[in-house]
């Protein structure tokens, strides 16, 4: 692929910097630029406040970060990054920024200690606001898994690949071959690619012969084995990771709910790349189950009531920051506390239309106690027909040594194998509506 100037993917990246909705719309290089200058952006927040006397604008601080983790990363030497900074600078601020920010970068480039403030101060290595790094200690009160949280964040996240029939795996390890990667089987569904790449390019990928789907949302296809003529009503579906990996490996009536449709559009696309290695087709509909009329509409397609609701509800992704360095950037205090009180309320949406003996799976992409075991515990309190299964509770990220360790596996792998093996932080709970006494 051929790329522009840097200053303008520079420039691209950070008018997009915190924009989540966006990102799909830029190249690979525009990507991987955003993602590691946003997790510099703590350390460019103090550098700058160092040498500045006043606060400058955000689109500064993201061209700063930009530059520091291209710095970091010896992807540029550091009269180019200046240059093509300013260059970006140019395009949006008249001369009086241009110099400030030429000014800053120099000087920047010019501390010995840049890379050593993260060793005492703990903003720039948790990389997050100090009320969520506050919040995070409060609801996670082991220390150790604190330190495994922090180590995980200065780790490239893993990618991990679901493959949609077992045979597949051949296949894609033929491709990756050719671009001098391997594959590591870490799950009877899963495989890691060592080192990660831009799978969407393989042709293993367009042929729907594997879908991109971290460990621990893989996991869902273990706890929920239907029979064919069960109804099964993925309810938060969008985009689909969890739908579609039920839909790959399990025979039932599955309906795929979001109430947004424009996340809809991201399952339907993937369900035309795929469709041909689906064992279930899923049927999709977009209905919000916190009204009441639209609610009694998903009741109305089940008849007596569902046999398995899988919940994978709205969260912090407090359990993702490493793949998703913007979420504490774009969180607040109050949206953390919206999405609790929203969570309780879809569990007690589901648990009205799930019939009686049927199984509801709670589960969030947040290691937050207050939105997994927290939530199931206030669940339990307010309904008495509940019997709770056995399920995986609390998964933490993992990367290398960690993986191995939490879940017991034998480590065949050398070290550079072992960087990018993982899983993203996760949450399951098992619930079974039992009749009302």
Known sequence: ??????????FISSKNFLEIKCVSELTSRQKYIRFVGIKRLALAKFVVHKYAKTNPKNEILYVVAISIALYEEQRYPEYTLVNQAVECLKHSYNKKIVAFGNFILRKIFADPDLFKYKLNWEQIRWNAPLWWINHLKKQVEDSHLQNVL??????????NVRLNKPQYINQLSTDLRKINRK????????????????????SSFKKGLVSIQDLSSQRIIDLIRPKSTDNLLDICAAPGGKSLAIATNRKCRLFSNDKS???????????VRIREHLVTIPKITSFNPLVPKQLDALLSLASTGFDYIILDAPCSCSGIQR????????KTRQQLATLVTMQSKLLDACWQILKNGGILIYCTCSIF?????????KFLKRRKNVNRKSAPGLIYPTIGKDYF???????????TELNYIGNDGFFYAM?????SS
């Open 405 to 415: 360790l939490k879940y017991k596996l034998e480590n065949k792998f050398d070290n």
């Open 1 to 10: 692929m051929k790329y522009g100037p840097l200053w303008q993917d520079i």
């Open 323 to 330: 793949r998703h360095p913007e979420v504490p950037w774009t």
């Open 431 to 435: 619930l079974e509506k039992q009749e």
């Open 369 to 377: 106690y207050n939105e997994g075991e927290g939530q199931v515990v």
């Open 150 to 159: 922090m180590a995980s964040l200065s780790q490239h996240p893993p990618l």
């Open 183 to 202: 594959i590591v089987q870490v799950s009877s569904h899963g495989v890691s690619v060592v080192p990660p790449c831009d799978l969407t390019q393989m």
């Open 261 to 271: 449709k424009t996340r809809l559009k991201m399952l339907e696309k993937e369900i």
